[in-house]
Structures are given as C-alpha cells and as structure tokens.
C-alpha cells in the first residue's frame, strides 16, 4: 500500500513569484520568509516523495463566480500554469499523477464528497509558488492538485474540510501502490486584502492554529466560515487548504519545522513541515 510521509504547508503570496523571479532570496525584505524554507527542502530530499498531493484554492483561472465547485480535483497527465501576471516567468507544466489522481476520486466520491473531475486543468501561483519552494530546482515530484472553493459563498465548513482531508489520507493508505506521497496546503496565513479591514493581520490566532496542528489538529472545526474569516480576514480563510493537508496525517504527526513571518505584501507568512507518526 501507498504511504504519506507527512505534510508541508506553505502561503502562496503572488509577491513571492516576483521575488523568486528577480532572485531577491536574499534582499533583507525578503530574506526572513525564504530562509524559512531550506530545512523543509532538506525534510523533503531525505524523504524523497514519489508524488504530491496540492490543496489549493482557484483564483479565477479554472472557475470564476459563474460557475464555482465546492472541490475540485485534477486527472490530468500534465498542469500548465497560465499565471504569469504575478512575476513567476512562465514555466514548464508539471507532471500530474493520473493514477493516484483516480484512486482519489473514486475513493472521496465513494465517500460521499461530490467532487468536479477535471481532465484538463489549468495551475495558478496558488500551486506554481508552493512547487518552486519546496523544489526550486525543478524536481518536483508528480502532482495532483485538489482544489477548494475559499473565493465565493457559501465556503464549506472547517468541519467538511477536515473530513475531506481525512478521505484523502484513507484513499492514498488503501491505494495499491508502493509510492511515498506528500500532502500539501497551500494559502493564508491572516490577510485582507480590500474593504475596511484591509492588511488585517491577526498574529495570534496564526500561531494558536499553527500550534494546533501539532498539539490539537481539529481544533480549527470548532469555528464557523463567518467566525474563521472574522478572525483571520476575507483571504485568511485560506487556512481551510492547511486544515485539509493536516487532517490527511491522522491522529498523530511529528513537527519537522515551523516558520512565521510578517509582512510580506500585507500577508502573514507561514510554512511548516509535519512528518507522519
């Protein structure tokens, strides 16, 4: 049977392509949140992943306010990125895992989770940033990425994204397989990006959830989407990705590395790396 060696979680600021773009790693703007990052790359080459499940969320690209799924999963044999506006040069498509990709929907629509299957699927920074930080050389491994909805309400609760996360890490333990997979989540941490609570940042509820995903990992679902995006901004509820990618571990998880960082473009910064028990 298939593995999961454990899960990354990581912001997607679209600021972070530019960077990486004008190679500012180390300009003292930036240089406190990408020197967060060579002790989970270093996690990643001892464990050497065979594939990667991405949780992400769409901003636009594959699904506008028209037309929104709840989840949405990829079974392609390859993901371009038609992103190029944030900075990142336009880079080569990624490998998609189509066989861990079906054993993922089968598994989570067999659970009860309707899900949009997309056999072509477009990528945006919400996944291209999170691949080039964790293998900035290229080397990342084959990929499925899994989206959900954080843009247009209603959002699923913190409960049914803790609950898709657990299928997702029973459907890659039963695959048939003997691949080694990460998870990742991708978005967050707090930020507002427009109205009147614009660069709203909330340090404390960051660090009380980040710590939650080591101590006490469902401790999220016992807020509301209305009082998660009160407390973390509009765009801070993308810590659902981070919610689902955790929940994947099960019960009990290993801390391999955290960081925290603010600002970075009126975003909280954080990544961290959890190995399964």
Not at 52 to 69: E, S, T
Not at 195 to 210: T, V
Request: proline share 6%; with cysteine.
């Amino acid at each position: 049977m298939a593995r999961i060696i454990g899960c990354v979680t990581t912001s997607h600021v679209p600021a972070i392509g530019k960077a990486m773009a004008a190679q500012q790693q180390e300009a003292p703007y930036w240089k406190p949140f990408f020197d967060g990052f060579p002790p989970i790359r270093d996690w990643l080459a001892r464990e050497r992943p065979d594939a990667a499940v991405v949780i992400y969320n769409d901003h636009g690209l594959n699904f506008f306010l028209d037309k929104m799924p709840t989840f949405a999963i990829g079974a392609a044999e390859r993901y371009v990125n038609a992103d190029e506006g944030w900075g990142i040069p336009t880079l080569a498509p990624f490998a998609g895992d189509q066989d861990l990709s079906w054993q993922l929907i089968e598994h989570l629509i067999g659970a009860d989770f309707d899900l949009t299957t997309c056999q072509e699927m477009l990528v945006d920074h919400a996944f291209t940033l999170p691949m080039k930080l964790l293998w900035p050389d290229g080397d990342a491994p084959p990929a499925v990425p899994l989206c959900i909805n954080t843009v247009q309400f209603p959002l699923p609760s913190a409960r049914r994204v803790w609950a898709l996360g657990r299928a997702v890490g029973e459907a890659v333990r039963a695959w048939d397989s003997d691949k080694r997979v990460v998870v990742v989540g991708t978005g967050g941490l707090s930020h507002q990006l427009d109205g009147r609570r614009a660069g709203f940042i909330n340090k404390d509820f960051d660090q009380r959830f980040m710590r939650s995903l080591v101590e006490q990992p469902d401790w999220a679902t016992r807020y509301s989407i209305h009082e998660l995006v009160e407390l973390t901004g509009t765009q801070g509820v993308e810590l659902l990705m981070w919610l689902a990618a955790r929940a994947a571990l099960g019960d009990q998880a290993r801390l391999v590395h955290q960081h925290y960082h603010i600002p970075i473009s009126n975003t909280a910064a954080g990544a961290m790396a959890l190995a399964a028990a």
